[in-house]
């Protein structure tokens, strides 16, 4: 199935699988609209919304 055009909502998406699902679609050509719980780096995992926002919309999305 093709998602290419398609507007696709993915929620925990600034980082782990949700973002590795928010890029994999991105490249196949799908619109991407991510949200995450929290705008703050976490120190562990690393990572924004802001800085997944910007990964997604470089691999098209």
Partial sequence: ???KN???FITGASRGIG????????AEGANIVI???S???NTTL?????SAAEEVE???G
């Fill in 39 to 41: 705008v703050e780096e």
């Fill in 1 to 3: 199935m093709s998602l």
């Fill in 35 to 37: 949200a995450a719980k």
């Fill in 58 to 60: 470089a691999a098209g």
């Fill in 6 to 8: 398609k507007t696709v």
């Fill in 19 to 26: 973002k590795a699902i928010a890029l994999r679609l991105a």
């Fill in 46 to 50: 690393g990572g924004t919304i802001f």
